[in-house]
């Protein structure tokens, strides 16, 4: 039986729901949420009542350097590592000359802030009193940070106005880090509205149809992180046998008509990982099953449609970088790594 609560992307409503699941429900596993914000308590919850906790979404290293042994990121990175993918992509592709200025706006929120920590450099608070200190990506790579700013979590509206800033810069680069698909549909159509065409443009959210369909031709060009795509070629495990990611996409459109995204297959790929934890432990006792999960390998890895996973002791994925896509003529192009899967050029 699945219990499935919506939470409203409320943090008071994240930890009663996980609070009641657990107490009154009685529930033999818990799957993550969405959001850092949330998944920062709803995690210590979990571990106080001896629980996996493994999450979909919520890559905020703070998350991760609490020392707990509970969690499993079933993405790439966390927030603060996601800025090298773009990096890596601009290096490949213009053969070494990447942009030599940037500018770096961003919503005040869990996974934008840690982006950018990443990117600009700083401190990561985890526990009280203690922080871990990150270089600039932009520093080491010779990116000049000309324009930088947050905007508030709830309630901006005053795009037009950042976006106009931005262009004062001359940034070669813009990174703009949201909160939600709709913060990344209104800065992309402010930014057009001033007429702002820097020389790339790498967006932390977008992936979605719905980003297209918001901003039409604007997309062009935009390069945004992704832990799915459908044309990588991954192969999980579904009941035992092989279920590849070409599967998981027919088997998708077969029942809802329509093609999935990156939103659907993530959590879809923790459930595969679950289910081969809980079969792989022979139980469904928690202990048992972090116990398992800790155990993967390299060669022994879970095996989802969003390609292996092995853990460090943080719940972190070892080895695994992010993909790159870029909005093409209306389609969202698989353009990095280079050389993983056949066909990408």
């Known amino acids: 039986e699945v219990l499935v609560s919506d939470n409203r992307s409320d943090t008071e409503t994240a930890i009663s729901q996980t609070e009641r699941m657990i107490n009154v429900d009685n529930a033999d596993v818990l799957f993550g949420t969405f959001s850092s914000r949330l998944s920062f308590p709803v995690s210590a919850i979990a571990l106080q009542n001896n629980m996996v906790y493994p999450l979909p979404a919520g890559g905020a290293l703070r998350i991760y350097e609490r020392g707990f042994d509970n969690l499993f990121y079933f993405q790439p990175a966390p927030a603060e590592y996601v800025g090298s993918s773009p990096i890596n ?34 401190t990561v608070e985890v526990n009280e009193g203690e922080e871990i ?3 600039s990506l932009l520093a080491e790579n010779g990116i000049e940070l000309v324009f930088n700013e947050q905007w508030p979590e709830e309630g901006f509206a005053d795009w037009v106005t950042l976006a106009n800033s931005v262009k004062n810069s001359n940034a070669e680069l813009l990174i703009g880090l949201t ?5 990344t549909v209104q800065l992309t159509r402010a930014l057009q509205t001033v007429d702002y065409q820097p020389k790339a443009v790498y967006l932390s959210q977008g992936t979605q149809s719905e980003y297209a369909e918001g901003v039409g031709e604007a997309a062009t060009g935009v390069m945004i992180h992704a832990a799915w795509h459908p044309l990588a070629t991954w192969e999980g495990v579904l ?46 006792d928690n202990a048992a099953i972090r116990d398992w999960l ?52």
Not at 321 to 342: A, N, S
């Open 239 to 284: 009941g035992g046998q092989p279920f590849t990611n070409q599967d998981f996409i027919a088997a998708y459109q077969a029942k809802y008509g329509v093609e999935p995204d990156e939103d659907v297959a993530i959590p879809f790929a923790l459930c595969q990982g679950m289910v081969q934890a809980i079969e792989g432990a022979g139980t469904t």
């Open 179 to 183: 909160a939600s698909p709709e913060e």
């Open 133 to 135: 200190e990150l270089p």
């Open 294 to 345: 800790h155990a993967r390998t390299e060669a022994e890895p879970v095996r989802t449609i969003t390609g292996p996973f092995q853990w460090d002791e943080r719940g972190l994925a070892i080895d695994k970088p992010y993909l790159m896509t870029q909005w093409q003529d209306g389609e969202l192009r698989f353009v990095y790594p280079l050389d993983e899967f056949e066909g990408v050029a």
């Open 89 to 122: 992509l601009l290096a490949d592709r213009a053969e070494g000359e990447l942009p030599q200025t940037a500018a770096v706006v961003h919503a005040d929120d869990f996974f934008a802030n840690g982006i950018a920590n990443g990117l600009i450099g700083g």
